[in-house]
């Protein structure tokens, strides 16, 4: 069952009760798995989650693009030191900025990059709203508007490659939460219209736009088809850097419980490594882990209209940019 996300303490508990029920539906992909010639995409690789899977995927064999913002010296070099593998290369973007993402999208194409394995896991959690660069609120941005015009842009332009005769087709995997559970329906009243939030109401608006996040992969998977495998997960709790908003007098509280209860990034990275290595992921589309459960997605991600509607009313957002 779900778990209530609905405040950050009741996130950190839930968080606390699924780790405690362990893992282990799902065997970890064998380290024998490699990714030799397989380019790979991290979007948020400075850090956490994204930082140990760029680093699994690189030590596998893959050729790891790691998509960060500027400021990111030496993570190349770390990635590389880390992972033992040379292959590793930065590309520079700002998910929260519709601007740069479109900028990535077409250095992708003039380079000619084809990607086979695309793990689209920026993330955040603001402690009050604020506004992305295009003024939309940045969960919001950076959870869902910035992934679809990635994803979209990158299979338009052909370095996503669909299944054909010579090509195998890529894998795009979304790093969403099990907070989607707890968010309300989408209002798509108020589609889009930056709501101010405080502390209090964060964690509400973190699930909102995993909400989005989840009910737009489940549509891009039934609309793809068996063209491309297109996965979403949730992690399970990361030690990981999500806290670095948290207020001051917080941390205290907030840290040692990450610190102590929750998955390492290395761990928490198998459910990605599964969906991204595994032959299984190679050959469906449409799977969603929780840690290393497969599940089915909330109801209200799942229903096919709210799938259309996110789809419709998104685009005349991406018009410049799709
Ligand atoms: N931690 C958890 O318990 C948990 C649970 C469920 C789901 N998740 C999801 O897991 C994903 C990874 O989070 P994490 O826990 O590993 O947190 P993290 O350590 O804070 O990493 C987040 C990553 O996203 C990047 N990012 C944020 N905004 C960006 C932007 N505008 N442009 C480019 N990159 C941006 C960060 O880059 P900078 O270093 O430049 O800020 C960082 O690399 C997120 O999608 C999160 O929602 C986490």
Redesign the pocket.
Known sequence: MAGNHDTIWAALSS?IRDRSKGQGVIAPVPKDVRLDSKVCLV?????????AVAVALAARGGRVLL???P??TGLAEDISALSGSRQVKLCE?????LD?VAALCEQLKNDATRIDIAVL?????PREARKSAQGFE?MFA??FL?NRLLAERMIRDGVLAAAGDEAVRSRLIF?????HRSSPPIDFEQFARFTPYGLKDGMKH?SVS?LHLTTYARALARRLGDDFAVHAL???????????EAPWFLKPLVLPI?RGF??S?EK?AEAVLYLACSEDAGARTGIYLHMMREKAVAPLAEDESNGRHLIERSDALLTNYL
């Not at 973007?93 to 900025?97: C, E, G, H, P």
């Not at 790093?175 to 907070?179: G, N, R």
């Open positions: 968080a979007t948020g690789a400075s850090s956490g989650l994204g930082k998509a960060c913002r400021g990111h973007v700002d998910i929260a900025d740069s896991n920026a993330g955040l959690m940045l950076v959870h910035a790093v969403s939460s099990e907070a973190y995993k949730c992690p399970g709790p990361v030690n990981s850097n999500m806290a670095r990450m929750f998955l990034p928490a």
